[in-house]
């Protein structure tokens, strides 16, 4: 598939006429940090469409951009940062459980973006279980794998496999390794 127009439409917070709009929505949500606005910057081929920053936790709505003008990208705030505070990480918690479960939204395919440097987290295990849950079609991207040499790569992608029991697309967002085949995997 090729991209041809992507653009920012809003954030939201809550309920808002964009979840009514009968456009198709791919949802990206993962940790803070572990590149979510780099792979959907990858996927458009732009390196400034999403903002990203080294601070974990600046995003704190739900960020639309329209694809194509067919379908959204919709970019869900990072979970699991500790620094936030236990309110301030609460909040973005029950925004993205609104999201994923409220019923209000009914995504057609969900990334779960996980860093292939580390392990996952409990709270990608718990993620993996609302996907399932919701019955929300998923899949698992381990990015950054351009980062790692062929042995901890192997290593680290088993284990990653292995820890959230499903099938997971090697991806770097910086060498675009893995573009393609998720691209037609999530629009297909």
């Known amino acids: 598939m090729e991209i041809k127009s992507a653009e920012f439409i809003k954030g939201i917070i809550g309920t808002d006429p964009i979840l009514n709009d009968q456009i198709p929505h791919i949802a990206f949500v993962g940790r803070s940090n572990v590149g979510k606005s780099s792979v959907i910057n990858s996927l458009v081929l732009r390196k400034d469409l999403v903002k990203s920053s080294a601070t974990p936790g600046k995003t704190k709505e739900?960020?639309?951009?329209?694809i194509n003008k067919k379908f959204y990208f919709v970019d869900l705030p990072g979970y699991g940062y500790a620094l936030m505070g236990a309110q301030g990480g609460e909040k973005l918690r029950k925004l993205i459980l609104w999201y994923l479960s409220g019923g209000e939204v009914h995504p057609r395919f969900v990334v779960l973006v996980v860093d292939a440097c580390i392990k996952p987290s409990a709270y990608d295990k718990e993620m993996v279980d609302?996907?399932?849950?919701?019955?929300h079609p998923f899949v698992v991207v381990a990015n950054k794998v351009d980062r790692l040499n062929q042995t901890e790569r192997a290593h680290n992608l088993k284990n990653i496999e292995a820890t959230l029991a499903t099938k997971i697309f090697p991806y770097s967002a910086r060498t675009k390794m893995g573009r393609e085949s998720?691209?037609?995997t999530i629009t297909s």
């Not at 609302?130 to 019955?135: D, F, H, K, P, Y």
């Open 130 to 135: 609302i996907l399932r849950r919701e019955g």
């Open 182 to 184: 998720l691209l037609e």
């Open 62 to 66: 739900i960020n639309y951009f329209l």
